[in-house]
């Protein structure tokens, strides 16, 4: 699929889902464009803008993949390096979504799709967890390109507790630290036991 079609379908399929304009438009504005499209899955299911899983299938942490962002200038640089978020808009509920963004999973230092380069992980995986009587959460799986020299810690993006992961803010933490939001993807999770 090319750039402009995976463009296009990821801005309505957001726009659908309710996240643009919605909660999410501070970390995804209306006029965002993707340089590059976001590979993410779960064992062989991959995620495709709101692809439904269910909480079991997302016990380990996803393979992340993206090529070289289309934008020439930055094919050109090889120590270009990318940050992962994993972050729940509807933590924890849709319906009282009062600790969102809740951070699942936080991984700096990535290379695209060719390039060596494992990357940092600042926030341990923890798998999307919604309440069987809670509707389906939707996720969002964000990736930004990291300035030069930008070298962030674990402490950079708050603790790993429980408590202390929830109401994480990635467009404030976006902007300090200098992050480019270049792909976007999202998925929905209902427990395991969630009966529609």
């Known amino acids: 699929m090319s750039l402009t079609t995976h463009a296009t379908n990821l801005a309505f399929s957001l726009a659908h889902a309710n996240l643009v304009p919605g ?3 501070a970390l995804i504005p209306a006029t965002f464009a993707p340089t590059t499209q976001l590979g993410v899955s779960f064992g062989d299911k991959a995620v495709d803008l709101g692809t ?4 079991g299938e997302c016990k380990q942490a996803p393979r992340i ?3 070289p962002e289309a934008d020439t200038n930055i094919q050109g640089d090889a120590d270009a390096s990318y940050l992962f ?3 729940d808009p509807d933590a924890p509920t849709p319906d009282d979504p009062k600790f969102a963004f809740w951070r699942h999973y936080v991984v ?3 290379k695209p799709a ?3 380069g494992e990357g940092r992980i ?3 995986y923890l798998g999307p967890g919604p309440k069987d009587d809670s ?3 939707r996720y969002l799986f964000l990736l930004y390109r990291e300035p030069a020299g930008l070298s962030l810690a674990k402490e950079d993006v708050g603790g790993e507790e429980f408590v202390q992961r929830r109401s994480f803010k990635p467009a404030e933490f976006a902007e300090k630290h200098g992050l480019s939001p270049v792909g976007v993807n999202w998925m929905t999770c209902a427990g395991d036991g969630w009966v529609a």
Do not use: Y
Request: glycine letters at 8%; hydrophobic letters at 35%.
């Open 23 to 25: 909660p999410a438009s």
């Open 52 to 55: 439904f899983f269910r909480a």
């Open 65 to 67: 993949s993206f090529s």
């Open 85 to 87: 978020v994993l972050t």
């Open 108 to 110: 700096s230092g990535l």
């Open 114 to 116: 060719g390039k060596d």
């Open 122 to 124: 600042l926030t341990k």
């Open 135 to 137: 509707k389906p959460h």
